[in-house]
Antibody, heavy 118, light 110 residues
Framework: QVQVVQSGAEVKKPGASVKVSCQASGHTFSTSAVNWVRQAPGQGLEWMGWITADNGDTNYAQEVRGRVTITTDTSMTTAYMELTSLRSDDTAVYYC???????????WGQGTLVTVSS | QSALTQPASVSASPGQSITISCTGISIASGDYNYVSWYQQHPGKAPKLMIYDVTNRPSGISSRFSGSKSGNTASLTISGLQSDDEANYYCTSYTGTNSVLFGGGTKLTVL
């Protein structure tokens, strides 16, 4: 059974960076992809980007392109999402989701709350 | 890329059926067959309910079904139960290999 566990909540000041991790147990990302999705308080889901674990290809949403970087470690069991130049409107719960195909967000992490506040 | 439009809310009584629409699926960009639906209870992570328009992941009740017509995809839930009360999101996987979320629909079971 696949379980996906994310790192804990973060509080950051505007302009800082945050790096959230996403670890899968019972599963490696090597034959799949990892997507990152965020949800601002009381709002809907927003896709941020994905990485294919087999060759490291990435694709980012236009809204965060240039500020977001998604990576995986060499063991391909942990993925990371780094967001730089944080603003107050980046305050959200950040989710990772993996699946056998990029477009199938089958297994989700529990979410990581990132609060950006001065 | 085009937005995906969902009704803000739908409601029905237990045992009834509802359909949630998702409009804006682009045939030309090739994402027509790559529509998924997610259920999200408050404070929880989303859950995949339907993928590639009509397919149910293992463990998802047959009460949930997906379809498409023209530029609109739909999620139908039959035999409504109280636990179906949640937010539902459609997505499409676009011609630019991006995932596009609809705005979400709040389902209330009366």
């Amino acid at each position: 059974q696949v379980q996906v566990v994310q790192s804990g909540a973060e509080v950051k000041k505007p302009g800082a960076s945050v790096k959230v991790s996403c670890q899968a147990s019972g599963h490696t990302f090597s034959t799949s992809a990892v997507n990152w999705v965020r949800q601002a308080p009381g709002q809907g889901l927003e896709w941020m980007g994905w990485i294919t674990a087999d060759n490291g290809d990435t694709n980012y949403a236009q809204e965060v392109r240039g500020r977001v970087t998604i990576t995986t470690d060499t063991s391909m069991t942990t993925a990371y999402m780094e967001l730089t130049s944080l603003r107050s409107d980046d305050t959200a719960v950040y989710y990772c989701a993996t699946g056998r195909k990029i477009r199938w967000l089958e297994f989700w992490g529990q979410g990581t709350l990132v609060t950006v506040s001065s | 890329q085009s937005a995906l439009t969902q009704p803000a809310s739908v409601s029905a009584s237990p045992g009834q059926s509802i359909t949630i629409s998702c409009t804006g699926i682009s045939i030309a960009s090739g994402d027509y067959n790559y529509v998924s639906w997610y259920q999200q209870h408050p404070g929880k992570a989303p859950k995949l309910m339907i993928y590639d328009v009509t397919n149910r992941p293992s463990g998802i009740s047959s009460r949930f079904s997906g379809s498409k017509s023209g530029n609109t995809a739909s999620l139908t839930i039959s035999g409504l139960q109280s636990d179906d009360e949640a937010n539902y999101y459609c997505t499409s996987y676009t011609g630019t290999n991006s995932v596009l979320f609809g705005g979400g629909t709040k389902l209330t079971v009366l």
